[in-house]
């Protein structure tokens, strides 16, 4: 069956530095959608991307899908403390269940 | 316009007991949806739900859960004979549509614990 798999697992940065995390598929996926969960929180919608090779921006995020929509991104520009927290996608079109996603701990 | 009301937030039972978390969706919302999340785990789908009906049950257990969403008043999640595993935060999700064309709404979720 499909498997989306999302990398790193964990990510230590810096405030300032900038973070990217990626979500992979064997196989076409139908369309990808971005959630972000802060500790302690219950996950946020961020974004849908449905067509190939598509990009989206919401300030210093910005969102792909790969052309062979095998795979998708998320990339934080300067990071700031209130971008902790684990950062979902996920194949709305195939998959129940959400994977462990990226962890993002930023220090000051 | 209130999100996606779950209540209690926090919920302690001891084994044994029958655990009952409440969602009701966002206004204009008529898909309901449950999930379980350990730590540092992701999110494992339990039940789809519609208006008095279940549409997707394949990742609930076969034993001790239920769900339903009735006609009227919020959906229910009911755990019975609690055991110290489904200590756990169980999320309720809803949308306007189905999952594939419109992103979820969250619940602040309820914590259970078992002791």
């Known amino acids: 069956g499909q498997q989306v798999m999302q990398i790193p697992q964990y990510q230590h940065v810096q405030e300032g530095e900038d973070f990217t995390t990626y979500c992979n598929s064997s196989t076409t996926l139908s369309n990808i959608q971005w959630y972000k969960q802060r500790p302690g929180g219950h996950p946020v919608f961020l974004i849908q991307?449905?067509?190939?090779?598509e990009v989206k921006k919401q300030k210093r995020l910005t969102f792909q899908f790969g052309e062979a929509k095998k795979n998708s991104s998320l990339h934080i520009t300067a990071t700031q403390t209130t971008d902790v927290g684990t950062y979902f996608c996920?194949?709305?079109?195939?998959?129940?269940?959400f994977g462990k996603g990226t962890s993002l701990l930023v220090t000051p | 316009n209130a999100g996606v009301m779950q209540n209690p937030r926090h919920l302690v039972r001891r084994r044994g007991q029958e655990a009952r978390l409440r969602c009701s969706p966002m206004?204009?919302?008529?898909?309901v949806y449950w999930y379980r999340q350990l730590p540092e785990e992701g999110l494992k789908f339990m039940v789809y739900l519609q208006k008095e009906n279940i549409i997707d049950e394949s990742g609930m257990p076969k034993e001790r859960f239920s769900a339903e969403f009735p006609k009227e008043g919020p959906s229910i999640l009911r755990i019975q004979q609690v055991v110290r595993g489904d200590s756990a935060a169980y999320f309720c999700a809803s949308s306007p549509y189905d999952r594939e064309s419109y992103g979820y709404t969250f619940g602040s979720g309820t914590r259970l614990t078992v002791v």
């Open positions: 991307l449905v067509k190939s090779g």
């Open positions: 996920w194949d709305s079109g195939y998959a129940l269940n």
């Open positions: 206004k204009g919302h008529s898909h």
